[in-house]
Nanobody, 125 residues
Framework: QVQLTESGGGSVQAGGSLRLSCKTI????????MGWFRQAPGKEREGVAT???????TYAGSVHGRFTISFDDAQNTLYLQMNNLKPEDTAMYLC???????????????????WGQGTQVTVSS
């Protein structure tokens, strides 16, 4: 069984920071791909950042330079460090994994098959 459990969401003011965590069972970034996705009410689910084989990372243009994705092998935990948060970052953030090292469309939610339940991030102006 694949289990993904997110934590670290909350409410912050614009310009603040949060670090999201996704505790994983089974997968590591060395042989699989993992990512953070977000979905706001009335919006499509979108890729935020992913990490795959050889620690290859991909970021959405809207978060590049502000967010950092990483994976701690010892703790089997995926992280998303979010800095300089903006109100438009408000969404439910979901952790996902896919048992492939290389994904040709790494920000596409349809490429990922295992999902956590999500953690809410709310950014006020």
């Amino acid at each position: 069984q694949v289990q993904l459990t997110e934590s670290g969401g909350g409410s912050v003011q614009a310009g603040g920071s949060l670090r999201l965590s996704c505790k994983t069972i089974v997968y590591t970034a060395g042989w699989t791909s993992m990512g953070w996705f977000r979905q706001a009410p009335g919006k499509e689910r979108e890729g935020v950042a992913t990490i795959g084989g050889s620690d290859r990372t991909t970021y959405a243009g809207s978060v590049h330079g502000r967010f950092t994705i990483s994976f701690d092998d010892a703790q089997n935990t995926l992280y998303l460090q979010m800095n300089n948060l903006k109100p438009e970052d408000t969404a439910m953030y979901l952790c996902a994994s896919e048992p492939r090292r290389w994904i040709d469309a790494p920000l596409s939610p349809s490429q990922f098959t295992h999902w956590g339940q999500g953690t809410q991030v709310t950014v006020s102006s």
